[in-house]
Each structure stands twice: as structure tokens, then as C-alpha cells.
């Protein structure tokens, strides 16, 4: 009385034990490996330096000038001729800061 046992079925499970033992490993690793990357592209970011001052300064320039002239001929009244000139120059700096409610 022997019994015959299928060779065939058990390789067939041991390498569906064997995959399924590296899939689990992978998943739970896969915590880990996040955390790397992130850590990895955080460093690369600070070694870039600062890309945002929260503190700027600007230089606004604006010139302005405004010519006009006004001729009026007409048969029975005069000539009558007007004329201006306005002329107007602004330079400032600002002082620009990020407020703590801007996200």
C-alpha cells in the first residue's frame, strides 16, 4: 500500500509560497522606501537654498506727462488757443510681507 504523491502540485506551491513570501516583503517595506525618497528629495531641496523670502523689497518708478492743446476757430468769435503741460515723476520703495493668514 503506497501512496503516490503529485510532484508536480507541490513545486507548483512552494513557488506560490516563495512569491507570495517576496510580495509580502515588498508591501511591507514599502513604508520605508517612501520615507527614503521623501528624505532624499527634502535634502535635494535644501541644498538648493532658500527660492522665497517672506521679507521683499521693491522699487516702483512711474512718469507721467500729459500735453494738451485746444485750437477754436469759428466765424464770429475769436481764436480761442489753450494750451497745457503736466509733467510727473514718483519713485517709492515697498516693503512687502507675507501675513501668517496667507497659505
Given amino acids: 500500500m503506497f501512496i ?6 507541490q513545486g507548483t506551491l512552494e513557488y506560490g509560497v ?8 515588498l ?9 527614503g525618497v521623501q528624505g532624499k528629495l527634502k535634502q ?16 516702483i ?6 500735453n494738451t492743446e485746444e485750437n477754436t476757430t469759428g466765424g464770429d468769435r475769436p481764436v480761442t488757443t489753450s494750451s497745457s503741460t503736466q509733467h510727473q515723476t514718483r519713485s ?3 516693503n512687502i510681507t507675507v501675513s501668517d493668514q496667507e497659505e
Fill in 4 to 9: 503516490r504523491l503529485n510532484k508536480k502540485g
Fill in 18 to 25: 516563495i512569491i507570495a513570501v517576496v510580495v509580502a516583503g
Fill in 27 to 35: 508591501i511591507f517595506m514599502q513604508t520605508y522606501v517612501k520615507q
Fill in 44 to 59: 535635494s531641496a535644501d541644498e538648493i537654498g532658500e527660492q522665497y523670502s517672506e521679507h521683499s523689497t521693491g522699487t
Fill in 61 to 66: 518708478t512711474t512718469i507721467s506727462n500729459v
Fill in 92 to 94: 517709492s520703495t515697498e
